[in-house]
T-cell receptor, first 110, second 112 residues
Framework: GIQVEQSPPDLILQEGANSTLRCNFS?????LQWFHQNPWGQLINLFY???GTKQNGRLSATTVATERYSLLYISSSQTTDSGVYFC????????????FGQGTELSVKP | DADVTQTPRNRITKTGKRIMLECSQT?????MYWYRQDPGLGLRLIYY???????NKGEISDGYSVSRQAQAKFSLSLESAIPNQTALYFC???????????FGPGTRLLVL
């Protein structure tokens, strides 16, 4: 099955700093989503981005499908950005189920 | 109002008990999913359903069963709970297989 690897596993930032999170996947995919899991466990959709680039405020994401990776950029980080960021991928012929990476745990210090 | 709701939000039960976790959605999506998250890990798929008559096992279905009572409702049952089923359980929905999945708030389950 598809393997999804995220890096780095942990990241500590000072408030205001920028960061890049990476997601590598082992096969072609039709679905790629980025999620933020907040300290209360809630999963928040950030991007649906099987290819291309999207931006939403201080966050942006780029997926290069041909090279099987996706990047999540966080600019001017805030303490509320803390939590775990997950990348998940899916394939149409596998029922649309998502395969999750292990996540990147981000801690933003004031 | 939340589009995907889960009940209960927290549950403590004892080994051997049968429990049911419920998921409801108002998004009108055909596809529904149950995932499990263990501490420090990503989510893993338990079961998924394309519609009321189509239910499929995921990668970790042993010890679980599901029921799709209607398009909007998908329940997960633990027939005889065991401690290693202690986890955070998420329900999700999507319009189709390659579309965005929307997750509920999760149910924290502790099996003693």
């Amino acid at each position: 099955g598809i393997q999804v690897e995220q890096s780095p596993p942990d990241l500590i930032l000072q408030e205001g700093a920028n960061s890049t999170l990476r997601c590598n996947f082992s096969d072609s995919v039709n679905n790629l989503q980025w999620f933020h899991q907040n300290p209360w466990g809630q999963l928040i959709n950030l991007f649906y981005i099987p290819s291309g680039t999207k931006q939403n405020g201080r966050l942006s994401a780029t997926t290069v499908a041909t090279e099987r990776y996706s990047l999540l950029y966080i600019s001017s980080s805030q303490t509320t950005d803390s939590g775990v960021y997950f990348c998940a991928v899916g394939i149409y012929n596998q029922g649309g189920k998502l395969i999750f990476g292990q996540g990147t745990e981000l801690s933003v210090k004031p | 109002d939340a589009d995907v709701t889960q009940t209960p939000r927290n549950r403590i039960t004892k080994t051997g008990k049968r429990i049911m976790l419920e998921c409801s959605q108002t998004k009108g999506h055909d596809r529904m999913y149950w995932y499990r998250q263990d501490p420090g890990l990503g989510l893993r798929l338990i079961y998924y359903s394309f519609d009321v008559k189509d239910i499929n096992k995921g990668e970790i279905s042993d010890g679980y069963s599901v029921s799709r009572q209607a398009q909007a409702k998908f329940s997960l049952s633990l027939e005889s709970a065991i401690p290693n089923q202690t986890a955070l359980y998420f329900c999700a929905t999507s319009l189709a297989g390659g579309e965005t999945q929307y997750f509920g708030p999760g149910t924290r389950l502790l099996v003693l």
